[in-house]
């Protein structure tokens, strides 16, 4: 009896203890400093003219406006006893440890909508054990504070509906309709998607969007909000979905919005939207360059399983202008262009060429194109071919090598340089995978992603300078503080006056003169040009690539199969009008100019084939540029019959 009777007193000890602070820590959050809970509204995203094309507060919708059935679904789903508790349900969080433990993995979750609610207000999203108790107290002052109307209210209007912040963007953005208009079965389809927005929202995931929704009105059932005949009844509803928000109907625009949101990720801002009052994210995209890349996919993109990714960027500065991640955010959000890493094929070869130069090579150096075996240590052989099997058995120079996308020359040039030399003028350029310096290297045999590409071509677009790719110049909070701004630097990197020359090197692509054993790559093309550029094409067995670029824009395409299937042989002629259509409706109306030739560069007039200094006999004489000192000597009998050397441009 006195073991009981010690016992109790313990345990009523205990629970005296555990009540003081239990109501002790509420009470004191219902003293502090009430938060501001109603303008942490979170995200707001503009364009480079200001112009605000997401955001996630800016439809506010007052809880007595939004269906009831949205209401009740959300609160059945996420929290049936949210009028119930304070802001943590400790059954529920047992329930769910034990499910977890026996399991041995997470299985359940038991956060309440309040909780969630205080998680949502920091800008990022720790799992540390200070992190937690943080959301604790926050969750504990915004339960002391704040009625449960205006909490669910303030939770409705700022969570996550696959993308799209707000009940109200995201039911005029899935229905194109109020949220107080939503019928039962729309409403069940939303109030499924912040538990895990990227797979349950309709248009992402049609499939387990309805696997999701059965869950919502069986939850609803079972709260008797509704009877199982209406929720059969929504089940069967036949949905329209609408897909974007009225101001931005373009398909592809959200894989930019996704790219804002990761490089957010990485800045070092203030904790939470209660220091902030929500922040206004000021971006880099071009709504004209934007709509231009999406009208150029539309238009030249027809293939259904075809997929691919592109980047439009300013070389001058590093903005990203627009970005597609695949053909259509809605079949398919990963975004290719920042994390597929992909073999680049011949579009690696204007950086072994621009290392080339730098190790006393000119655009006349010639090399024998043959079929060729390389014999390595150890007998070792590495056999490249050239495209259709075509060779000139002759000596070509650079320029065509370049012209034709030759892979003998590259091989040569690559093993007579050394495979290292590659390695360091990429990772100079911008390029940050880890490439091996192999044989093959010298024809894009190693994975790389479109993101970096775009960089290092922008750095011969700059004239040798490295820009730091971005997407975001600066971010301020809602009373206009800056709290971040970029102020990334050019960074010179490669040698200006080979620079040039390689610019110059990449217009040989689409030039008429080169036609002879083989035809210029991009020669298909060169009548839609209005203006000059530096353009090179990359083909593998599964993958077709384009970067080209001038001085003030640089645009770089991918196509393939995600499966690694491989491509058929029309599939790479898309992208390259796809291609001409961006940069040639990006410029339209522009003032845009050729680089200016540096003083310590030489053209001559040579023939473009065999390199040597064009007579009145030579039957296309093409310019080619050299250091001074460099330019090709001539026969002293043939004095008389020389084309004249070009000094300035």
Not at 404 to 419: M, R
Request: net charge negative.
């Amino acid at each position: 009896m006195k073991i009981l009777k010690k016992t109790l007193k313990i345990f009523a000890i205990f629970i005296s203890i555990f009540s003081f602070l239990y109501f002790g820590i509420y009470f004191l959050a219902s003293i502090t400093s009430k938060l501001n809970i109603s303008s942490a509204s979170g995200y707001y995203l503009y364009d480079k003219d200001l112009n605000l094309i997401n955001g996630t507060s800016d439809q506010w919708i007052k809880l007595e406006d939004i269906s009831d059935y949205l209401i009740n679904a959300t609160i059945s789903i996420e929290d049936k006893k949210f009028y119930k508790h304070h802001g943590f349900d400790y059954l529920r969080i047992a329930k769910s440890l034990y499910i977890n433990f026996i399991n041995g993995k997470t299985l359940q979750g038991a956060s309440t909508i309040t909780q969630q609610y205080a998680k949502n207000l920091f800008l990022d999203f720790d799992k540390t054990w200070e992190r937690k108790l943080k959301e604790a107290w926050l969750t504990i002052q915004i339960e002391s504070q704040y009625g449960k109307d205006e909490i669910l209210e303030g939770y409705l209007n700022t969570i996550n509906y696959g993308g799209v912040y707000g009940i109200e963007n995201a039911s005029y953005y899935y229905f194109n309709k109020s949220a107080s208009e939503l019928s039962l079965a729309e409403a069940s389809i939303l109030a499924g998607i912040p538990k895990s927005p990227s797979n349950y929202s309709p248009i992402l995931n049609y499939d387990k969007s309805k696997e999701r929704q059965k869950l919502v009105l069986s939850a609803m059932v079972n709260n008797d909000y509704i009877t199982e005949d209406e929720m059969y009844a929504a089940l069967d509803t036949e949905l329209t979905f609408y897909g974007y928000l009225e101001d931005n109907k373009l398909k592809t625009l959200r894989y930019f919005e996704d790219a804002v949101m990761d490089e957010l990720e990485t800045l070092d801002l203030p904790v939470s939207f209660l220091d902030t009052g929500g922040i206004k994210i000021y971006t880099t995209l071009d709504m004209n360059a934007q709509t231009i890349l999406e009208n150029s996919i539309n238009d030249n993109f027809k293939s259904e399983e075809l997929e691919l990714a592109s980047i439009v960027m300013n070389p001058n500065t590093g903005e990203v202008l627009a970005l597609a991640g695949g053909k259509d955010y809605s079949v398919s959000q990963f975004n290719r262009a920042l994390y597929s890493r992909r073999q680049v094929g011949s579009t690696l070869k204007p950086f072994l060429y621009y290392s080339a130069l730098e190790n006393g090579f000119t655009e006349s150096t010639t090399f024998t194109s043959e079929k060729t075996t390389f014999v390595f240590s150890g007998d070792k052989t590495y056999s490249p071919s050239n495209y259709n099997d075509r060779y000139g058995n002759k000596n070509i120079t650079m320029a065509a090598a370049v012209a034709y996308s030759e892979n003998i020359y590259a091989v040569k040039t690559h093993l007579f340089l050394g495979e290292e030399v590659l390695v360091e003028t990429l990772k100079r350029a911008g390029i940050t995978s880890n490439l091996e310096p192999i044989p093959s290297l010298a024809l894009g045999s190693e994975g790389i992603t479109l993101i970096d590409m775009v960089t290092a071509y922008s750095t011969l677009a700059s004239g040798g300078y490295k820009n730091i790719p971005h997407f975001i110049t600066k971010v301020e909070d809602t009373n206009g503080n800056t709290l971040y701004e970029f102020k990334g630097e050019r960074e010179p990197v490669l040698n200006s006056s080979l620079t040039y020359i390689t610019n110059e090197l990449l217009t040989s692509t689409y030039n008429y003169n080169f036609i002879d054993y083989n035809y210029p790559t991009c020669y298909d093309i060169a009548g839609k040009l209005t203006n000059k550029y530096s353009i090179k094409t990359g083909t593998t067995d599964t993958d077709h690539l384009i970067f080209g670029y001038n001085k003030d824009i640089v645009v770089g395409i991918w196509s393939g199969y995600d499966d690694n299937r491989p491509s058929k042989v029309g599939d790479g002629t898309q992208i390259k009008y796809m291609w001409v259509d961006i940069v040639e409706n990006y410029l339209k109306d522009k003032e845009t100019k050729w680089y200016t030739m540096p003083n310590n560069v030489v053209g001559v007039l040579v023939d473009p084939i065999s390199g040597e200094v064009a007579t009145s006999k030579t039957k296309k004489p093409t310019l080619f540029y050299y250091i001074k000192g460099t330019e090709p000597t001539y026969n002293d009998e043939n004095l008389e019959d020389l084309l004249p050397t070009i000094k300035e441009e």
